[in-house]
């Protein structure tokens, strides 16, 4: 029977783990001032758009998700799109909702998206930059007001728009390598 790390002494919780860590297991992976210095305007945004950048922080293609700064620098519709799994959303900077809801993603703010929901990400006109961390799911499919595909972005997708953009910088391969999983 195991002790409860409560029923423990003291001494005892302070000792790290002696047993191998599971084989071929990816390396953690720790970013500093992703809160203040992460969303700093400099040549790491990968740009989307003349608009639209993002900045990753992790593209895990073995799993088929990415984590990212989403920076928008303009107002109006962003895009339209469905996603094929589950968003987690903070809002680090200024505020956007979707059309098809009554609600508002605000600094400081949590929004959760399930996965199969279609809608219009929208930027407030008084607005003049919105910045916020998605963990994406899966993919998304853009798509018209009925629906009907325009294209789709992805962890591979990603990935490929990072390479182009860290290449262009004439940043190192093992760069972008250390934040693929």
């Known amino acids: ?58 593209l895990n293609a073995s799993q088929g998700y990415y984590v990212n700064l989403l920076r928008v620098r303009r107002s109006g519709v962003i895009s339209r799109h469905r996603h094929s799994g589950a968003v987690h959303a903070m809002v680090l900077k200024g505020r956007w909702y979707y059309l098809e809801h009554d609600w508002v993603a605000e600094q400081g703010g949590y929004a959760f998206e ?11 006109e008084d ?10 799911t899966g993919g998304y499919t853009y798509v018209d007001p009925q629906g009907v595909a325009q294209g789709y972005e992805d962890v591979f997708t990603k990935i490929e728009a990072t390479c182009r953009h860290y290449a262009s910088l004439g940043l190192p391969d093992d760069h972008i390598e250390s934040i693929i999983r």
Not at 29 to 45: F, K, N, R, S
Not at 116 to 121: A, M, Q, V
């Open 1 to 58: 029977m195991a002790i409860p790390a409560s029923a423990a002494k003291p001494d005892e919780q302070a000792v790290a783990y002696q047993r191998p860590q599971v084989p071929f297991m990816s390396k953690d992976l720790v970013h500093g001032g992703v809160m203040t210095d992460w969303i700093e305007d400099d040549d790491m945004w990968v740009p989307a758009t003349d608009t639209v950048s993002f900045k990753p922080l992790i």
């Open 127 to 136: 607005v003049p930059e919105m910045i916020t961390w998605f963990h994406v």
């Open 114 to 124: 399930p996965a199969g929901e279609t809608h219009t990400l929208f930027v407030p």
